[in-house]
């Protein structure tokens, strides 16, 4: 049940992230990177800084946290850009069924039951229903739906493959997003035209920075050293229907009926795969 509540929590706070990302979709994708996570990891360092040892980590899996921050993300910021956000939203949100059905590959000790695949794939039909009402993807842009896919692929392994790693602090997240966050505002200073931000840019920048890119991270590791990670993946398809929701207020987009389905899909399929040992 703890690590439910530590999973809900980032999740709570991932369901802005797809909106926050739209509002900024004019600030160049490393430098909203960049600026984000190293915001991300401030919450770490006073912690740090009473105790530097929290830092000492492997370089392998400091390697690890910033394949999971660091291109996760900078693969679903270039996504929202060459493709209707929705969409490949959508796209992104099969790393919750990745989770669940990689997990036996990934973790030693770990079965996968039917009625984890039975949930799994009621949360994927009810993330789908969600996001697209129903109307399927635009295959016209399919090429832009490649990145959201590399970006599911790359959370779900990440967040597996830290249950493989030697024990680590969850304050060493801070310097996962802070490594990830200075690598990509130099791939910003090397690669993108410079940028100005204006003071409104600048605030989402810090919610994003504080709320889905900062403390759901800490909440997430917190969740996945407690936890199952077939019965967190799972849970983890109630991301999509919030973050559709804020997606629709964001972009003026109609509620549709659809909504009361993926809903009843979604919550179902989370209390199948959370009772099912």
């Known amino acids: 049940m703890q690590a439910n ?19 900024l979709t004019h600030v160049p994708p490393f430098l909203l990177t960049g600026i984000a996570l190293v915001i991300g990891s401030v919450p770490a360092w006073p912690l740090v800084l009473r105790d530097p040892a ?13 394949y999971g921050l660091f291109a996760y993300h900078l693969l679903l910021f270039v996504a929202l850009r060459h493709a209707p956000a929705v969409e490949a939203n ?3 949100y099969l790393w919750p069924l990745l989770i669940v059905v990689l997990a036996p590959v990934v973790l030693p000790g770990v ?7 039975v949930a799994a794939l009621l949360g994927f039909g009810g993330a789908a229903l969600a996001i697209t009402a129903g109307q399927g993807l635009d295959g016209r842009l399919a090429w832009g739906y490649l990145p959201a896919l590399a970006a599911a692929f790359v959370w779900s392994t990440y967040s597996l493959l830290t249950r493989r790693m030697a024990a680590f602090p969850t ?16 791939c910003h200073a090397l690669l993108e035209p410079a940028a100005a931000l204006q003071a409104s840019d600048w605030a989402l920048l810090a919610a994003m920075g504080l709320g889905p890119l900062g403390a ?22 109630i991301t999509p229907l919030a973050s559709t929701a804020l997606l629709m ?4 987009r109609p509620v549709n009926a659809s909504i009361g389905m993926a809903t009843a899909l979604i919550l179902g399929a989370a209390v199948l795969g959370v009772r099912t040992r």
Not at 249 to 252: I, R
């Open 5 to 23: 509540l530590y999973a809900l929590g980032a999740i709570a706070l991932w369901a802005s992230l797809a909106a926050l990302g739209v509002s």
């Open 54 to 66: 929290q830092w000492r980590i492997p370089l392998r899996t400091l390697a690890l946290g910033v």
């Open 90 to 92: 959508l796209v992104n």
């Open 111 to 117: 079965a996968l039951r039917w009625p984890h695949v």
């Open 171 to 186: 304050t060493a997240i801070g310097l996962f997003g802070l490594v990830s966050g200075l690598l990509s505002l130099l």
């Open 216 to 237: 759901s991270f800490y909440l997430w590791d917190r969740a996945l050293k407690l936890g199952d990670p077939r019965h967190i993946g799972i849970l983890s398809y």
């Open 249 to 252: 207020a964001v972009t003026g």
